[in-house]
């Protein structure tokens, strides 16, 4: 019950009268329906009620006052929350918010708790809320807060191939016959086979070139005595006369230079054909 009035004292020869007015809650509400109010008179006789003239509270629109603002960390995974700030007017307005997006509305966002996307990394982030009532609504933005850039992976570095060994190269025919041994050597280079005596009066030997090597120079010694070697058609030849040497065995020696200034040495023991005894 809301006391309207309540009369000082008895009008002169009265008793005093209480006047009451009872408003109901729904009628006391800014910008409801026009209903009246109940008014009841009361004294030592008893009461009478009658109904006030129509009337209403005029509603006021929303006003900001407190500008909206955001708490919490903002980066990708935590969650902002959104103060409304303060809204005045009558009836006491409803609020309702929006998350901005670098002042963009981000679809579904409409709670007072936001939790930041991957989306959101480098872009500002606000919240925008309207106050309504029955006399009309108001909007007000927070402060944008910046939500930093994702970080840039540093590339891993690619690890350096390893280089591929080369291959060896096959060995030359010069560097074969270098390791040879001295008596294939000597076979490579056209000297005759050892397995037949020779003849006690002279030996020739005519050089030939094995494949992929080139006769420079060519030395021939027989029992280490130096023999002369002369080019005949192309090829290194030396005639050998076996009349001045001990019967036997003798050994030849052959010292080659090729023309890429490699030498290959060789050599190989012969033995002389004895003489056939005549038949007396």
């Not at 329906?33 to 209403?56: E, H, I």
């Not at 016959?177 to 009066?201: D, H, K, M, N, Y």
Request: aromatic share 4%; net charge positive; hydrophobic share 35%.
């Amino acid at each position: 019950m809301v006391a309207l009035s309540d009369l000082s004292g008895p009008l002169p020869g009265h008793e005093r009268l209480v006047l009451t007015a009872e408003v109901p809650q729904a009628e006391r509400k800014a910008g409801g329906d026009q209903r009246p109010a109940a008014l009841t008179a009361t004294n030592s006789g008893g009461s009478a009620t009658a109904d006030s003239d129509p009337f209403v509270i005029p509603a006021v629109a929303p006003q900001n006052t407190t500008a909206p603002s955001i708490s919490g960390t903002p980066a990708v995974g935590q969650v902002l929350s959104c103060d409304p700030g303060t809204f005045t007017g009558t009836p006491a307005p409803t609020r309702s918010f929006a998350w901005l997006r670098d002042g963009q509305a981000i679809a579904g966002a409409t709670g007072s708790a936001y939790t930041v996307t991957a989306a959101d990394a480098g872009r500002q982030l606000s919240c925008r809320v309207t106050a309504t009532n029955v006399a009309g609504s108001a909007v007000a933005t927070s402060a944008a807060v910046a939500v930093p850039a994702a970080p840039v992976p540093s590339p891993t570095p690619s690890p350096s191939p390893s280089p591929s060994p080369s291959p060896t190269p096959a060995p030359t025919a010069e560097e074969v016959l270098a390791q040879a041994p001295a008596s294939q050597v000597v076979t490579a280079f056209g000297l005759p086979s050892a397995r037949t005596c020779l003849s006690r009066r002279n030996f020739t030997i005519r050089l030939r070139q094995p494949r992929g090597v080139t006769i420079r120079s060519a030395i021939v010694f027989v029992n280490n005595k130096r023999v002369r070697v002369r080019k005949v058609a192309g090829r290194f030849t030396a005639q050998i006369d076996l009349r001045g040497l001990p019967k036997g065995a003798f050994t030849v020696k052959l010292r080659i230079t090729t023309t890429s200034g490699r030498k290959i040495n060789g050599q190989r023991r012969y033995r002389t054909c004895s003489p056939k005894r005549r038949a007396v």
